[in-house]
């Protein structure tokens, strides 16, 4: 084969979109007779309906996000509230007792991490797993636009001040609170 031959093949193998992650359907959704933002005029709302406004995402990127501090208290408010949002977004993936084992998360090639491991419960700190859930990973999708920044603090205060009792708890069940009725 030539030089020449090899080159094109190689240039034509960096068109591939798989580095940017994306590939036609990722922008299926988006594909749909709606009006676009900046096409033409905005109609007037349905009566009845509620404005709501966008999540502004204080924080640019990964590096910027490596120097925030946590700036939401792990209060059992705080912790309840992220338990909640853990429940919505992320049991799919990484499973209500964390380990990754959720249904959507089978699928995956790549498990999605065990959130009760050491390195996310003692070493990582409050920031990398804020940036984690904000940026998204390789496989994992951004929650910047779904979850208000103070939202991810919550859930970042959940996984680690509660998720493991929660899982150890699971694994001891009292058998006294299922014949009262509790939960
Ligand atoms: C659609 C499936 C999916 C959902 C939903 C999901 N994750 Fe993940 N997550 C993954 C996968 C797969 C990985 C491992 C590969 C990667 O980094 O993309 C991962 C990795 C992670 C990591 C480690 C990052 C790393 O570098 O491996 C953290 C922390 C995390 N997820 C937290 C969360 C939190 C918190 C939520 C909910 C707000 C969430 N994830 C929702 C699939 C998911």
């Known amino acids: 084969m030539s030089l020449r031959l090899i080159f094109i093949i190689f240039s034509m193998l960096l068109l591939i979109p798989g580095q940017t992650l994306a590939w036609p359907w990722s922008r299926d959704m988006m594909n749909q007779p709606s ?3 900046q096409e033409g005029e ?9 404005p709501v406004g966008g999540y502004p995402t204080p924080v640019k990127n990964r590096l910027h996000a490596a120097r925030l501090a946590n700036p939401i208290a792990a209060s059992a408010e705080s912790i309840a509230r992220g338990k909640q949002f853990y429940t919505i977004f992320c049991v799919p993936c990484h499973g209500s007792n964390g380990k990754g084992d959720g249904p959507v998360g089978k699928k995956f090639p790549v498990s999605p991490m ?22 998204g990973g ?12 103070d939202e991810r603090w919550d859930v970042v205060n959940y996984i680690r001040h509660q998720l493991l009792q929660d899982l150890q708890q699971r694994a001891t069940p009292q058998q006294t609170a299922d014949k009262t009725g509790g939960r």
């Open 35 to 37: 009006i676009k933002p």
């Open 42 to 50: 905005m109609p007037e709302s349905p009566p009845r309906s509620v």
């Open 114 to 135: 065990d959130l009760t491991n050491d390195f996310i419960q003692h070493q990582a700190f409050d920031n990398w797993i804020y940036a984690n859930i904000t940026f």
């Open 138 to 149: 390789k496989l994992m999708p951004a929650y910047k636009n779904d979850l208000a920044s």
